[in-house]
């Protein structure tokens, strides 16, 4: 079946350090790979996303590269803000077909000043 | 207004009431989701809705209702509702054709005494 398994949270940084959260995908066939970011109070929004193996997505700082050998797509960003706070999902879906959305549990990030 | 949003923000109801919950879309999307977020669990998705037609009830109790009059609109009915249904319920919408992005509205708190 689909699913997706990212690190478990909380994640506590201070400005400015580098930023890795781990997301794998478990999937038949070859997935569109998503990460979104809810802030305090809202919905989630689409922060970056990546279509095919060794496509590179990006976004406010963010980065993420989607890996078919080892069926990853880590989150990462050089110098996080205290903006940045917030909780960071992983999915996977399918650009044909069943237009459904598989998310992991979630990683919150705190960043401190 | 602009995206998706959804009404109300917070719902507090005993579990004999009856509620409904309010989504609409400004982005001329055709297809649009129910999902459930509780702590410290991946988004489980409730309910899709393409071209107003439901292609997905993920064994969703029947105390939850969703009505999809056109194309903007998704409602979810509650009644009889249990105090583990409490959690926060996110509305989304995409494109049907557009690779699978989802945009989401803010939520409603929901609280079941």
């Known amino acids: 079946g689909n699913s997706v398994t990212q690190m478990e949270g909380p994640v506590t940084l201070s400005e400015e350090a580098f930023l890795t959260i781990n997301c794998t995908y478990t999937?038949?066939?070859?997935?569109?790979l998503f990460w979104y970011v809810q802030y305090p109070g809202e919905g989630l929004q689409l922060l970056l996303k990546?279509?095919?193996?060794?496509d590179k997505g990006s976004n406010k700082g963010f980065e993420a590269t989607y890996r078919k050998e080892t069926t990853s797509f880590h989150l990462e960003k050089g110098s996080v803000q205290v903006s940045d706070s917030a909780v960071y999902f992983c999915?996977?879906?399918?650009?044909?077909?069943?237009?459904?959305?598989?998310f992991g549990t979630g990683t919150r990030l705190t960043v401190i000043p | 207004e602009t995206g998706v949003t959804q009404t109300p923000r917070h719902l507090v109801m005993g579990m004999t009431n009856k509620k409904s919950l309010k989504c609409e879309q400004h982005?001329?999307?055709?297809?649009m989701y129910w999902y459930k977020q509780s702590a410290k669990k991946p988004l489980e998705l409730m309910f899709v809705?393409?071209?107003?037609?439901?292609?997905e009830n993920n064994s969703v109790p029947s105390r939850f209702s969703p009505e999809c009059p056109n194309s903007s609109h998704l409602f979810l009915h509650l009644h009889t509702l249990q105090p583990e249904d409490s959690a926060l319920y996110l509305c989304?919408?995409?494109?049907?054709?557009?690779?699978?992005?989802?945009?989401f509205g803010p939520g409603t708190r929901l609280t079941v005494l």
């Open positions: 989304a919408s995409s494109q049907r054709t557009s690779g699978n992005e989802q945009f």
């Open positions: 999937a038949t066939g070859y997935p569109s």
């Open positions: 990546a279509t095919k193996a060794d």
């Open positions: 999915a996977l879906g399918w650009e044909t077909g069943a237009n459904n959305l598989f």
């Open positions: 982005l001329g999307h055709n297809a």
């Open positions: 809705y393409n071209f107003k037609e439901q292609t």
